[in-house]
């Protein structure tokens, strides 16, 4: 071999190596990200391989990233809407040259300021060598997170299901790709549950959300049990509240029936951790009705006792039969 040629593959090796080193540190940034805001998504992980594992670090570090920069604008001032629009303009950009197949360096040069914007996009890069998410998903997610800034109020119950399948059901979708599944009804049921945790959400996140001068209840809801918005404004619980939220309660676990039904269609190694989630989302509504529905006494949470409690349901996910 002569010294030239061995130098070449000296340099390729360790360009190859130096490669790794970035997507290992990529991932790593969109893991942080992914346990320190999807804690619940973050304990049940553990049971899906390592390569599936990062991508979905990266598909929630992206969805995550996008909804801050929202919020920022939002509430704490420290960034102008005008600002954070032309921030996620050019994640649609960006998202856009992945897809396109360009260089990652030419995609990801524009954000040499934001280390963590970075990684995300060198992580999401890899992914998609790897899993086809479909281009439309990050953009309804996109659109999905926009609706704050626009709607503090949704006239029907309709108009909720379509915020929650953005900003959940979307997630879903994503991570299905990642997941593997032996049949597309699988995508079905995926968007169930994600509009399942997004209405255990905004069940627990009633008064929170009313100190932001938000309400996610659909008005027609409110208006047929009879619940003003200032009985849900100032916090005040009288038993047209506690319909309202027994009846948005029983929506959210009909939900989570069907969501647990796509679950044979899975591949083996991804169905505990969507039982996980599914279980330990759904026990939030068991707080709510331990509370007696009482959801402006506190945030309801799960203990870690509860989260450990659904593990041999989902163990047991690996033995059922696989569907097709």
């Not at 340099?11 to 999807?38: E, G, L, P, W």
């Not at 047209?240 to 029983?250: G, P, W």
């Not at 039904?261 to 969507?274: A, E, F, M, N, Q």
Request: glycine content about 4%; overall charge negative.
């Amino acid at each position: 071999m002569g010294v030239s040629v061995w130098v070449s593959k000296v340099a390729n090796v360790h360009s190859t190596m130096q490669h790794v080193t970035t997507i290992t540190k990529a991932y790593d940034v969109c893991r942080r990200i992914t346990f320190t805001h999807a804690k619940t998504f973050a304990f049940a992980s553990r049971f899906i391989p390592r390569a599936k594992r990062n991508a979905c670090y990266a598909v929630y570090a992206f969805c995550r990233y996008v909804d801050d920069v929202i919020d920022v604008a939002m509430e704490q001032g420290d960034l102008s809407m005008s600002d954070a629009l032309t921030v996620i303009a050019q994640w649609q950009s960006d998202l856009d040259a992945l897809y396109a197949g360009l260089n990652t360096e030419s995609a990801a040069s524009i954000t040499e300021r934001d280390a963590e914007r970075n990684s995300i996009l060198l992580a999401w890069e890899d992914t998609l060598k790897q899993y086809s998410i479909p281009r439309n998903l990050p953009n309804e997610l996109i659109e999905g997170v926009l609706m704050d800034t626009t709607i503090t109020r949704f006239a029907t119950f309709e108009e909720l299901r379509n915020y929650c399948y953005k900003v959940a059901s979307v997630v879903g979708l994503m991570t299905s790709e990642i997941f593997g599944y032996s049949n597309s009804v699988a995508l079905h049921h995926a968007v169930d549950l994600g509009i399942a945790m997004q209405l255990t959400n905004i069940i627990r996140d009633v008064k929170e959300d009313a100190e932001r001068g938000r309400i996610y209840l659909a008005l027609e809801d409110m208006e047929k049990y009879g619940v003003s918005e200032n009985d849900i404004l100032t916090s005040t619980f009288t038993p047209d509240v506690q319909r309202l939220l027994t009846d948005y309660v029983t929506r959210a676990r009909q939900l989570y029936t069907s969501a647990n039904k796509g679950i044979p269609y899975l591949d083996r190694t991804s169905r505990p951790t969507v039982m996980l989630m599914s279980r330990n989302y759904e026990h939030i509504l068991d707080v709510v009705e331990g509370m007696n529905y009482n959801v402006f006494l506190g945030r309801a949470r799960t203990s870690l006792a509860t989260k450990l409690a659904s593990l041999p349901a989902a163990v047991a996910t690996l033995f059922w039969k696989t569907h097709s």
